[in-house]
Structures are given as structure tokens and as C-alpha cells.
């Protein structure tokens, strides 16, 4: 699948504490400090948890049977993602996973 998107993993990093955030946020839900600057993550993880969606939402019927995972993140952080993988791969909880592009659907990596 080739969807246009962003292929940098962008963070972001409290100016106050140095916690690392995946999402936007207004401020640090661990400090309060309200600076959160860019940080360029490596793009690299594991499967902390995934399972496999039968069962889609109308949008994504066609799609059926996809894998959704947790990434636990090199940063330490974890992400919720859809996993590009071949037919003959296999998911596996710590399998290591890198970073393809994040767009308006999500997060995605690959094995
Ligand atoms: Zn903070």
C-alpha cells in the first residue's frame, strides 16, 4: 500500500520534564509545562501487543484481515499501528518494526 504521508516519526519532547508525547497536546499531562518541542524519533520499535482485525469498520472492509499493534518505540514510548507485513510474515510479541509514514488514518510500520 502506498499512501502519501509523513515518513519522518516526529515526537514530542516537554520543554519542563523531557517526557516524550506521540500525540499533540496542549500541554504535559506529567508536568503542565506548556512547551513541547519537536523530536525527531528513530523510527524504530518492537510489537509490544497486536492483534488481527476480521472484523473492519465500513471503511476499512476491503482491507480485512490487517494486523493492529502497540510499537513500543526506541524513545520508550509506545504507539498504536497499522502493520504492513508480507503474507509469509508472521507477528510475534518484540518482533522488531520500523516506521513507514504516519497519515491521515494513522500510524504505520513495517516488519
Ligand atoms: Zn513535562
Redesign the pocket.
Known amino acids: 500500500m502506498n499512501m502519501p504521508g509523513e515518513e519522518r516519526l516526529t515526537l514530542l519532547r516537554?520543554a519542563?520534564?523531557?517526557?516524550l508525547h506521540v500525540h499533540p497536546k496542549v500541554l504535559?499531562p506529567?508536568?503542565?509545562?506548556e512547551v513541547l518541542l519537536e523530536h525527531s524519533a528513530s523510527g524504530l520499535g518492537n510489537i509490544y501487543t497486536f492483534t488481527t482485525i476480521w472484523v473492519a469498520p465500513e471503511a476499512f472492509k476491503k482491507q480485512v484481515p490487517y494486523e493492529i499493534a502497540l510499537v513500543q518505540l526506541e524513545e520508550g514510548i509506545k504507539v498504536t499501528a497499522r502493520i504492513n507485513k508480507k503474507p509469509e510474515e508472521t507477528m510475534q510479541i518484540g518482533k522488531p518494526v520500523k516506521f513507514l509514514r504516519k497519515n491521515n488514518l494513522g500510524y504505520w510500520f513495517e516488519l
Open positions: 516537554c519542563g520534564c523531557g517526557a504535559c506529567k508536568c503542565g509545562h
